[in-house]
């Protein structure tokens, strides 16, 4: 039996295989960052709308809401580098008696530089919406 050489085998092994690990954790970190700041705007959107619906006028309904929103997203540690916080606060012009309710839309965008990952963008916009009713028996204005 003659021994055949395989000096080098090993190293080309490395050379093809490690990028290819390195690629595929690098976005398994991108889907599960992603997974997380969504859940997290999920969370913030229905806060802002839930202290939205309890304001007792439109103004502080949309002052409560981007509050809670920002918040929301500080207690979670989600850095966004632009947060927006879109109130819809057509129902307090309903009447007293009558089902009314506040629509928020939370906007976030996630820095995703720091992965360096061929393929994955810079950032990504993770948006979510959310609606709470207005209790129908409380005064609006």
Do not use: K
Request: glycine share 8%.
């Amino acid at each position: 039996m003659t021994a055949r050489p395989e000096h080098g085998s090993a190293t080309i092994e490395a050379v093809i295989g490690l990028p290819a690990f390195i690629l595929f954790v690098g976005l398994i970190i991108f889907g599960g960052r992603t997974a997380i700041a969504h859940g997290a705007v999920e969370s913030a959107a229905a806060d802002a709308a839930r202290s939205a619906s309890i304001a007792r006028t439109s103004d502080h309904a949309r002052t409560d809401a981007n509050a809670a929103a920002r918040a929301s997203l500080a207690n979670q540690q989600i850095d966004c580098t632009r947060i927006t916080v879109e109130v819809d606060v057509s129902g307090f012009a309903t009447r007293v008696g009558e089902p009314g309710s506040v629509d928020v839309t939370v906007t976030c965008r996630v820095d995703l530089s720091d992965l360096a990952v061929p393929g994955v963008p810079g950032s990504r916009i993770i948006r979510a919406h959310t609606s709470s009713p207005i209790d129908t028996w409380t005064e609006r204005s």
